[in-house]
């Protein structure tokens, strides 16, 4: 971001419980890494499901940013057990175009 005061800084996925502010899982971004071991995809998909991994099967609920909310994430955490709560982005190829036209229609 060119308007950034600092242009560098540190990313870190976590994931925390909203009861008691617990942080279950922290992981450092460090990038792209070589091939071997620690090569992971960074997808916002994969970074998602690889966290909520411990969490597969307990019903919980997931409210992530809307870099992370995707149709397909939502289909594969429910197919988990976890529900998924976010907005989306309007630009998104999945998304229809009947959903993305706002101007005119009826509220219900």
């Known amino acids: 971001m060119l308007k950034k005061p600092s242009k560098y800084g540190i990313k870190i996925f976590s994931l925390v419980d909203e009861l008691d502010f617990t942080q279950v899982i922290l992981e450092v971004y460090v990038g ?29 609920n997931l409210t992530p940013d809307n870099w992370y909310t995707s149709c397909r994430l ?5 197919s988990e057990k976890i529900t ?21 229609k009826e509220t219900h």
């Open 32 to 60: 792209c890494q070589p091939e071997g071991h620690y090569k992971v995809s960074n997808s916002a998909g994969n970074i998602v499901n690889w966290v909520m991994k411990p969490l597969y099967k307990s019903g919980r």
């Open 74 to 78: 939502a289909k594969d955490l429910l």
């Open 84 to 104: 998924i709560v976010g907005t989306i982005r309007k630009g998104k190829r999945q998304i229809p175009a009947e959903f993305k036209i706002c101007k005119g």
